[in-house]
């Protein structure tokens, strides 16, 4: 069964910066478009940052200038650089293809806490 595994958060200081780091078992993602979602407490989940094959990326507005998303598909690896975090970026982030009908289960994410 496919599966990815999210790490990388903490807790930082407002103005701090985590790389957060999203592996998966196997090849599957490598030809899909991959994106980094977040959902902070009685939220519900939102999208990051997404980036294609090509490696063509988007971003929320909200993280735009901040955020980085980049991929090693030799790894099976997309990661998450974020940098100026705020208390808002608070949240637990989680990885997974972008088109919904490629999607498999959600990971366990990787909690990120920001303090002012």
């Known amino acids: 069964q496919v599966h990815v595994v999210e790490s990388g958060g903490g807790l930082v200081q407002a103005g701090g910066s985590l790389r957060l780091s999203c592996v998966a078992s196997?090849?599957?993602?490598?030809?899909?478009?991959m994106a980094w979602y977040r959902q902070a407490p009685g939220k519900q989940r939102e999208l990051v940052a997404r980036?294609?094959?090509?490696?063509?990326?988007n971003y929320a507005d909200s993280v735009k200038g901040r955020f980085t998303i980049s991929r090693d598909n030799a790894k099976n690896t997309v990661y998450l650089q974020m940098n100026s975090l705020k208390p808002e970026d608070t949240a637990v982030y989680y990885c997974n293809a972008y088109d919904w009908r490629s999607r498999i289960s959600w990971g366990q994410g990787t909690q990120v806490t920001v303090s002012s």
């Open positions: 980036i294609t094959t090509g490696e063509t990326t």
């Open positions: 196997t090849n599957i993602f490598n030809s899909k478009t």
